[in-house]
């Protein structure tokens, strides 16, 4: 984020050199010779030209990408400056299990071809740094010595599979700048430089599959990603910068954190629909680990997430020239009605005009065809003709630098983790922390423009995961577009990528007036209910700027009420402010939800803890509640779309009877446990700026806790108790003041550590000894039971080994009493006196441990 | 005469004082002025209900050691100290319920309701239903927030006991009040299960800040005689320091002594707690009259051995012979058969023999009398039947269990007074 940040700053302006060299008319493209770079602060410019080398911003400051300049073109506005590149790759961009088919130790200075033509080799030309200059080394030869640090050495060729030796042909920059010649690269046959039509049209379907998808009435998200993990094997082993699987597995899917740069989720996600799609292998090998390919496939993707609504017009406004409309594309279109809602997705209007402007204008990239008959589609698309008027030519005004206003523009999303578990720490932070959150999220997501009326749903969701690959090629800011945006007006304070799923889920129902039902599931503590009200709440703020219909929220909660009946009474006197007996509710109710609703508004019914209802329900009122649960939202004009939360998983299969099953369109949603880095952003987040933890410590409680049960209110009530600590000691021992490790492991033991063991060592000798007793017994019988007459036998003969006056019966009863109520050990019939049966409830182990350390 | 009532009479309110006094402290009728070892323990939740009452943070707290060992005490204590601020006192409200009396959700709803005094919100409107109840607790909780609303809290002893109450519904709204910005509620539950998180369902459990406190006596014997000697000594106000002076003294003594230090160390071997102690003393010093001013040595043993009578071996010593001599043949057939259970019938027969062996010392009883006599201990729970729910058997032949040890029918014989010599042997020897 910092960097993102600095990078910023340091502006450079871009220029053409002389005039174009050349137009394209049917692409609407001008072609030039070279461009200028002015870098502020610096005088003389860098001039770029056709066949140089030049270094991409990338995601690694000190290793920016590496290629040849190609092509350098612009559209008619003459706003976006493309080059075509060819792409090498450094060493530390080979992925790491590759990088031993290299056969020797890489020279530092030693960078490859790289040869993969589904990469996009498009790039924005405003994210070019410079020149760089680079020596073909033959094979045979050895590299020069002496020479500059600043000299990159080629020699091989890498195509993804394997080094071979590299043509000096081809590090010739090719003649004809209008179209690079597919031949010309190399011994494979594809045409490298042009994205590949096909590619480009998947990753585009990719996209919206992977939108529609998480919507989709049968995927289980989780077992999407899963599956398109696995499926992803070449990508991974590409993926260098996705180092970490914790980051890009399925739970990843929660990622609290802001505006954290790494977008590797998404980003696999992203290949992991391309992937579900199309499964010709060669193909999608290229795709992943062609490093250009990523590039353009995340510019568009970033375009049309965006917009996720106006991603919906470039697909469907036409192109007649392109005749190559399939099957899915229509799917696509017609299903973009749930756009996917990508990191991204708060990039201002004007930018969707671009993009879109930028798609009808290239062949390559426009590919379908009008077809959608959404209604949805079709209001989206007319929303963004307009905006299109509104601010096609207002680009350039709108840049960055408007931290300023976030703040204002943000009040509303402070709540979002404080509803499920507030004060964490004291009252000090917790204010500050309110503060800083917001302040945060505004900067973090900041570069955008203001959040004008017009643009649609853009600017909500999501806002920390960008579509940005996060392989080696990845140059994430290479749109020229993404530096120009300032903060959207608002978004939803956390990035889960449950809150996405839900977010589109709602929106699109709401949209189309229609119901549905949405099953979310998780263990305690994974911020369920926490991310449902975030949703609520940012669609509600749509809502009130009319761009979406009108919804209505009523949430209930299983366990808040006294019986599963009173359901239908709160259900009632939310929704209409009346009071009925439970029947006469049900009854309303019914009526309600079998007309049209009124007003045309969409009722939004959260059922938390929703088995409390269900359990009790399927035997006494035979379904009922059942049935508004899962049976309206299907009705047509009923306008109902709930979301039912509950801890198992596999809740609707347990409870529901086939009939009932076959009519719910049921769309499940699973919450991972938080993995601990999850957790570490959760804490960070909410004591952002104020350095209260030393970085070990933090690790510390996420990781336990992670490894526990990934209950984010486990992680900070642990947090919590460590200040409490440390505030307690930091007055006797002139420490840093932070809270350590050592805070952290009291906490953690008091929290974690079972008080058996103390327990044991606390108590009285006779009840040490009537414990020892147990366990002769138990030993002696070879069972784990014994009554207490027999165990009251051992005790006395251990009392006298001791040397102690034996127990009677009544002192010896009141010993095991005392230790049946503490539940050291568990005593069944109590009535039995003599006969009362004795087991342990501590392990043999722990009780002999307690008794030899004193 | 003229100078000796006055000094009577001072005795005797001496006496009357010192009764009083003795018997705040020993039958917890006030509250120690410090808890004795659990100065970290009184700090910590000192600390958080501090926090809640002052700043306004929500928190949950078990405080979790065994019976006796102080839980209330110490909660007593803090409560006294934090209520003796200002700005607590008047802000608080204090909620307290025992899942003893409170054993439904529905009960306890009503009793938070009457204890916060919301009825008087709603004016004469009739609380109906236990849903509106609920509906309209978690509504006015909801309602509140940190800075504005006064903190609540909820004092839940026998904390276990609201674990089994229906779907732990009222647990689960009073941990989740306290976690989410609502009305600010501390909920501080006492047990003396070790065990007790394990019986919170898991969203319930999820909800709880995970804070226990354990209260487990680490004294030593040495810190044990000082507590029995602070607890027995006499202000310095008192009334009369010439008598305080004395009884300070007697009670330094009697510490010392060898007798009494191995009484104490029984009882401290037995059980840590103080509550036993106390009974201990409180049994002593009810010995203590005007006549009988100071504590001595006699008193303690005599306390001591009514409180560690066997209660079983007592109710022997009220037995006739018959019954006597039916309880010896049951131990041996105990014996015999390895505590295999036994019928009336096996148990008059092995007295039959004993009788015709020793005709001339036991009056010979009929078979309907031995029956009666069976059936008294029957009544007193000295023999048990091995399960009742078989009652078809006649009652010659029903099995039964005896549930006495063999030391405690010794012992009560040894004590019977007396006992007829033959009866003695025929305990003590190997067979019937």
Request: net charge positive.
């Amino acid at each position: 984020m910092s960097r993102y940040i600095t990078r910023l700053r340091m502006r450079r302006a871009y220029k053409w050199n002389g005039r174009p060299v050349s137009k394209d008319r049917k692409l609407k493209r001008q072609y030039y010779e070279s461009m200028s770079i002015s870098v502020e602060g610096k005088t003389e410019d860098v001039t770029v030209s056709l066949g140089q080398y030049i270094l991409i911003e990338g995601d690694d400051d000190d290793n920016p990408f590496v290629a040849q300049l190609l092509k350098l073109y612009t559209d008619d506005s003459g706003k976006k400056k493309t080059a075509v590149v060819q792409w090498f790759v450094r060493t530390c961009e080979v992925p790491q299990n590759k990088r031993k088919l290299l056969g020797r130790h890489p020279h530092p200075q030693e960078i490859f071809f790289y040869q993969d033509c589904s990469c996009d080799n498009e790039v924005d030309g405003e994210t070019i740094l410079g020149a760089v200059q680079i020596e073909y080394v033959p094979v045979e030869d050895p590299f020069p010595k002496g020479k500059s640090k600043g000299i990159l050495f080629v020699k091989l060729l890498w195509d993804t599979k394997s080094f071979r030796a590299l043509d000096p042909e081809l590090m010739q920059p090719p003649q004809s700048s209008k179209s690079p010649p597919p031949s010309s690269r190399g011994p494979q046959t594809r045409a490298l430089p042009t994205p590949d039509l096909s590619v480009m049209k998947r990753a585009m379907s990719g996209i919206l599959t992977r939108g529609s998808m998480s919507t989709g009435k049968m995927s289980s998200s989780e077992a999407e990603s899963l599956h398109s993990a696995s499926k992803l094997s070449a990508a991974k082993a590409l993926s260098a910068k996705r180092r970490s699987r914790a980051v890009s597995g399925p739970h990843v899917r929660k990622k609290l954190d802001l505006c954290s740069p790494s977008k590797n989720m998404t980003r696999d996600d992203v290949l992991g629909e391309i992937l579900d799609e199309h499964t010709e292998k060669t193909l999608t090998s290229k795709l992943n680990t062609s490093p250009t390919g990523r590039i353009s496939i995340s510019i568009r993707l970033t375009r049309l997430n965006l917009n996720e609504e106006e991603c919906v017009s470039p697909l469907s406004s036409h192109s007649p020239d392109k005749p190559r409309m399939t099957a899915y594309d229509k799917d696509e279109s017609t299903r973009a009605r749930t756009p996917s809602r990508r990191k991204d997705a708060l990039r201002e209007p004007a930018l969707a005009a671009l993009a879109e402007e930028e798609h009808e204008d290239s062949p390559v990239q426009t590919a379908a065809t009008p077809r959608s008959k959404r209604k949805s589609a079709q209001l989206v698309s007319s929303r963004i003709r307009k905006q299109l008027n509104l601010l096609g030519n207002t680009v350039d005004l709108q840049s960055d630098g408007v931290d300023g206003d976030d703040d204002d523009c943000f009040v509303p999303a402070k709540i979002d983790l404080q509803s499920s578990s507030d004060e964490e720490e004291e009252a000090k932070i917790d204010s500050e922390d309110e503060l800083i959150v917001k302040k945060r999220r505004g900067s973090g997501t900041s570069r955008s423009t203001e959040k004008t009326r017009v643009s649609a749903r853009t600017p909500r969701k999501t806002p920390s995961k960008k579509t940005a690959p996060a392989t080696p090629h990845t140059p994430r800011h290479a749109t020229p577009s993404i530096p120009s945006r300032s903060a959207p007006a608002r978004k939803p304070g956390n990035v889960l990528e449950e809150a996405r799923d839900i977010y589109n889920f709602v929106e699109s129902k709401v949209i189309d007036g229609t119901g549905g039902c949405m099953y979310i599931s998780g263990v305690p503590g994974t911020g369920k209910t926490a991310t449902v009200h975030e949703v609520i709440r940012s669609l509600q703020q749509s809502a009130e700027q009319d761009e979406i219909p009108h919804l209505r929220f009523i949430e209930i909660n299983g366990m808040k009420m006294t019986d599963p009946h009173q359901a239908y009474v709160q259900i009632l006197q939310k929704l209409t402010d009346q009071k009925a007996t439970p029947d006469h509710a049900a009854a309303l109710l019914e009526k309600r939800f079998s007309a049209p609703a009124p007003k045309k508004e969409t009722t939004v019914l959260l059922v938390d803890e929703v088995r409390h209802l269900l359990l009790v329900t399927l035997i006494s009122i035979g379904y009922f509640l059942f049935i508004i649960l899962f049976d309206w939202p299907t009705r047509r004009n009923a306008r109902l779309v709930v979301l039912t939360i509950a801890n198992t998983m596999d809740l609707p299969e347990r409870i529901m009877i086939n009939r009932v099953a076959s009519r719910l369109g049921l769309t499940r949603m699973s919450f991972q446990p938080y993995t601990f880095k999850q957790l570490q952003q959760i804490i960070t987040s909410r004591l952002n700026r104020v350095k209260a933890f030393e970085e070990d410590a933090l690790q510390l409680v996420s990781r336990k806790v992670a490894a526990l049960s990934g209950d984010a209110r486990r992680c900070l009530d642990i947090c919590r108790r460590a200040t409490e600590i440390c505030e307690h000691s930091g007055s006797q021992k002139n420490s840093s003041g932070l809270v350590g490790m050592s805070h952290v492991m009291e906490a953690l033991d008091e929290m974690f550590s079972s008080s058996y063991i103390a327990a044991i060592r606390c108590a009285s000798v006779q009840e040490q000894l009537f414990l020892r007793a147990v366990i002769a017994e138990f030993r002696r019988l070879g069972l784990e039971e014994a009554t207490f007459q027999q165990v009251f036998v051992q005790h006395q003969a251990l009392c006298r080994v001791e040397g102690l006056q034996p127990v009677n019966v009544s002192e010896g009863l009141t010993v095991c009493q005392r230790l049946g109520s503490c539940r050291l050990i568990l005593l069944e019939g109590s009535r039995l006196d003599l006969f009362l049966r004795i087991r342990l409830n501590v392990s043999q182990d722990d009780v002999l441990y307690a008794l030899k350390a004193d | 005469v003229c100078k000796r009532q006055p000094e009577t009479c001072s005795d005797s309110c001496n006496n009357i004082t010192l009764h009083k006094l003795l018997r705040e402290r020993l039958c917890h009728q006030k509250l120690p002025d410090q808890p004795v070892g659990l100065d970290s323990q009184y700090k910590h939740l000192l600390e958080l209900l501090r926090r809640t009452a002052v700043h306004g943070e929500s928190n949950s707290v078990l405080i979790v050691g065994p019976r006796g060992s102080g839980k209330t005490m110490l909660l007593g204590c803090v409560l006294r100290e934090l209520m003796s601020l200002r700005e607590v006192q008047k802000n608080v409200l204090l909620v307290e319920l025992n899942g003893l009396l409170q054993t439904d959700d529905k009960i306890a709803l009503k009793e938070i309701t009457r204890q916060l005094h919301l009825e008087n919100v709603v004016g004469d409107k009739v609380f109906g239903s236990f849903a509106e109840n609920l509906a309209f607790l978690l509504e006015a909780l909801k309602k509140g927030d940190k800075s504005s609303s006064r903190p609540v809290l909820f004092v839940l002893d026998e904390f276990d006991l609201f674990a089994h109450h229906k779907n732990q519904t009222l647990l689960y709204n009073l941990l989740d009040v306290s976690q989410s910005a609502q009305t600010p509620v501390a909920v501080v539950g006492l047990t003396c299960r070790l065990d007790v998180l394990e019986l919170l369902e898991k969203r319930v459990k999820s909800r709880f800040s995970h804070r226990q406190i354990h209260l487990f006596s680490s004294l030593s014997f040495g810190q044990y005689v000082d507590v029995v000697r602070a607890q027995l000594s006499l202000p310095p106000d008192f009334p009369d320091p010439k008598f305080s002076d004395e009884w300070n003294h007697s009670v330094t003594k009697l510490c010392e002594d060898k007798t009494v230090e191995e009484i104490l160390r029984r009882n401290f071997n037995g059980s840590k707690d103080f509550r036993s102690l106390h009974s201990l003393l409180f049994l002593a010093v009810s010995r203590v009259s005007v006549s009988h001013s100071t504590l001595r040595e006699a008193d303690l043993i005599e306390a001591c051995r009514l409180i560690s009578a066997d209660s079983k071996a007592n109710v022997l010593h009220g037995l006739s012979i018959l019954e006597l001599c039916l309880i010896i043949a049951m131990k041996h057939l105990n014996d015999t058969y390895d505590g295999e259970p036994f019928n009336f019938q096996m148990v008059h027969n092995e007295f039959k023999k004993f009788i015709q062996r020793k005709s001339h010392s036991i009056h010979k009883f009929e078979k309907p009398v031995v029956m009666k006599a069976f059936e008294h201990l029957l009544q007193l729970e000295l023999v048990r039947p091995v399960d009742s729910g078989v009652c078809k058997v006649q009652r010659e032949y029903q099995l039964m269990r005896l549930m006495l040890e063999h030391g405690q029918v010794m012992e009560a014989l040894q004590k019977y007074p007396q006992c007829p010599t033959d009866v003695k042997q025929w305990a003590l020897s190997a067979f019937g």
